[in-house]
């Protein structure tokens, strides 16, 4: 059963930190890209940060550069968000998703986790 399950989500004051984990199982990140998108209250989900398959070449929204950093680590399956300087309007539940490089590969979404940050 292919699953991907998001933890470290919590409640926060603003500028503080938190590091969010996703950890795959039934397939192997390693031959996937890998992303992280949020959706606030009200809002649409929006796209966060995604690190390419081996490279580690990572992208970012503008509104997280600077803030957050997104890595993996292929040997225990697990993609990482850590996230700095949190503010209210990061207030979100984060999903981890693993993007297709190929054509016969599916996307698969977590669940989520919520982050909540309170000035």
């Known amino acids: 059963q292919v699953q991907l399950v998001e933890s470290g989500g919590g409640l926060v004051q603003a500028g503080g930190s938190l590091r969010l984990s996703c950890v795959g199982s039934?397939?192997?990140?390693?031959?996937?890209?890998m992303s992280w998108y949020r959706q606030g209250p009200g809002k649409e989900r929006e796209w966060v940060a995604s690190?390419?398959?081996?490279?580690?070449?990572?992208s970012y929204t503008d509104s997280v550069k600077g803030r957050f950093l997104i890595s993996r680590d292929n040997a225990k399956n697990t993609l990482y968000l850590r996230m700095n300087s949190l503010t209210p309007e990061d207030t979100a539940v984060y999903y981890c998703?693993?993007?297709?490089?190929?054509?016969?590969?599916?996307?698969?979404w977590g669940q989520g986790t919520q982050v909540t940050v309170f000035s």
């Open positions: 998703k693993a993007d297709p490089v190929v054509i016969e590969q599916s996307a698969y």
């Open positions: 039934g397939f192997t990140i390693s031959s996937y890209a």
């Open positions: 690190i390419r398959r081996t490279s580690g070449s990572a």
